[in-house]
């Protein structure tokens, strides 16, 4: 049996480190694909933020954000609890115009907001 050069060696460790970093990026992105397919069209809850809503619902988030009041160019991240209190407004009243905001979206575009067919990428 034939001894495996440094060479060799270095070539293989190298090897394993890619498949190593190959099998984490795929299994990151097969856990996103399941996460989002079993969270579409979740109930809106105060910890959910704007773009997290819009990912959910299929909708495009400056929809979301122009109905609520906030400028298209800051895309704020913190929870709708967080722009409720800072709007003065109650939670559900946030919820309710994110609700109608999605609701308008969908019957203006039926087709953008649909699910793709089984078997198929969207």
Do not use: C
Not at 37 to 56: F, G, K, N, Q, T
Not at 83 to 99: G, M
Request: glycine content about 2%; proline content about 8%; cysteine-free.
């Amino acid at each position: 049996m034939k001894h495996l050069e440094r060479k060799q060696w270095f070539a293989i460790a190298v090897l394993a480190v890619v498949l190593l970093i190959t099998s984490l990026f795929a299994v990151r992105t097969v856990r996103r694909a399941v996460y989002w397919r079993l969270h579409r069209d979740e109930v809106i809850r105060p910890w959910m933020s704007v773009p997290y809503v819009a990912h959910s619902y299929r909708v495009p988030p400056n929809v979301l954000y122009e109905a609520i009041g906030i400028p298209l160019q800051s895309h704020d991240r913190r929870p709708i609890r967080d722009i409720a209190r800072e709007q003065n407004r109650s939670v559900e009243e946030v919820i309710a115009t994110l609700q109608n905001a999605i609701a308008r979206e969908r019957a203006d575009n039926p087709s953008e907001s649909q699910s793709p067919s089984p078997g198929r990428s969207p």
